[in-house]
DNA sequence: CGCTCAGTTGAAACTCGTCAAAACACGTGG
DNA sequence: CCACGTGTTTTGACGAGTTTCAACTGAGCG
């Protein structure tokens, strides 16, 4: 099985079960990857998308910008996530995907979502992926919302920690996030300032360790009761992350 | 055709364009709709969906909840918007649905949605109202992380101005918007206070009149310049709101 | 008339952003 | 190996924006 399709198989597996049927019709119709450096647009707003996005190794974001250049990102895109799946029925995007670190990306064609849709189990697990989608931005519209920071950023990690962890990236206590603090801010809504602020608080409190790319968390229960995080939105399948 | 039907097609005719029969096709699926007091749950965080409903009166709203009972408003449900297509996918809501004025709602059950989804341009219209709702909550989120209250508040209001003219429920210069100052606040992440305040500062600017109910806005193209508001992410077709 | 709920106002406290500078990490080329 | 440059992290001081509390006004309704 190819590297593109083997991150998708264990991604969509955390959201449905998959026959080696569908495993199969997977790596059939998704193509090789290929490389991206980092910092790097993969579509602009206002373009047409022509392919589906898979990204396969690396961190990608969708961001949205203002007329004075702030940048908000409203998503981040691990490995085995990927753009909209009916991108093509909108005329141009209305948010751009960039990439983050550098990335391996397979552009899937439109024909092969169609056939990957054909297998009621994929359809399934690929369907639960757009709504869990749209669950994420739910729960981050809350937290910028209704949270203030320390328990925002604190929920962000908390997230990162159960998606990753959902695809094998992540160890019990800890894992790699390489975004800058900025970026930390760009997603969070806060100035880079003060999430240096909140980064050290949360480390006075021994809540999370955060330094060069690198999060740990000692008591993963301790943080996620500070920040009232619950996992249900990620709807992610008992077993996740417990498979090769 | 009956009320509901007539509703749910004005909705989707600003997405795609519909032929006669697509239009017969909803008026056999939809049933008709029932009456629900204003502030009451449809459907709460954690139950399971069992219907797909549609909104063909009055306003509703999708929110979430902190435990501290601080409430966020992540949608806002005009008439002929409906809950998720494929919401009976996942297991439980990761939110609730409720009325926020006196509503109409149809509940259309499983089989109804998956015989319009046969059509062709009533999938496309289908899919593209989730599409356009993702959008939405793409600009929700910049709209809180990144503007200040003022921009903030207009854009909400631009926003709302566009999706009802395109369902013929405003005028060039107004409309009526059934929401309390707190209301709004649980949508721009705003205390009522400061809601309160930015109102009065957009009506000294004459910008915004806003009192009991109604919108005034003077001049649209000002307000939208005022906070950057662009039309696209709600992809209309450019004739909607010129039909009956 | 008196109730209730929405809107309004002021003052004080607090959160967070801005500006500016310094410390630090990392890679590169000398 | 060190010096240098770039980009990220850290710090302090200050001010702007926003929340909170508490009180008051006004409209609608029984």
Not at 168 to 184: F, R, S
Request: glycine content about 6%; proline content about 4%; aromatic content about 4%.
């Amino acid at each position: 099985m190819n590297r593109s399709a083997q991150v998708l198989a264990t991604k969509l597996r955390t959201l449905s079960s998959l026959s080696a049927g569908d495993l199969e019709l997977i790596d059939r119709v998704i193509p090789p990857a290929s490389h991206y450096e980092a910092r790097r647009d993969l579509i602009r707003e206002g373009e047409v998308p022509q392919y589906v996005m898979l990204v396969v190794q690396g961190f990608a974001c969708r961001y949205k910008t203002l007329r004075d250049g702030k940048r908000h990102l409203v998503a981040l895109l691990l490995p085995g996530d990927c753009g909209d799946l009916h991108a093509p029925l909108l005329d141009h995007m209305d948010h751009g995907i960039a990439t983050h670190t550098a990335c391996l990306i397979a552009k899937i064609p439109r024909e092969g979502v169609l056939d990957m849709l054909e297998s009621p189990a994929l359809e399934k697990a690929l369907r639960r992926s757009t709504l869990v989608d749209e669950a994420i931005l739910r729960e981050w519209l809350l937290n910028i919302g209704q949270r203030r920071s320390e328990e925002r950023l604190a929920h962000l990690l908390c997230e990162l920690h159960h998606r990753l962890r959902a695809i094998g990236m992540a160890g019990e206590a800890g894992y790699d996030l390489p975004l800058t603090q900025a970026e930390l801010g760009e997603i969070a809504g806060l100035s880079t300032v003060h999430v240096n602020r909140v980064v050290k608080e949360l480390r006075r409190r021994e809540l999370v360790y955060l330094r060069r790319g690198r999060v740990e968390i000692p008591d993963p229960r301790r943080l996620a009761w500070l920040c009232g995080f619950n996992a249900n939105y990620l709807h992610q399948l008992a077993e996740a992350g417990t498979f090769s």
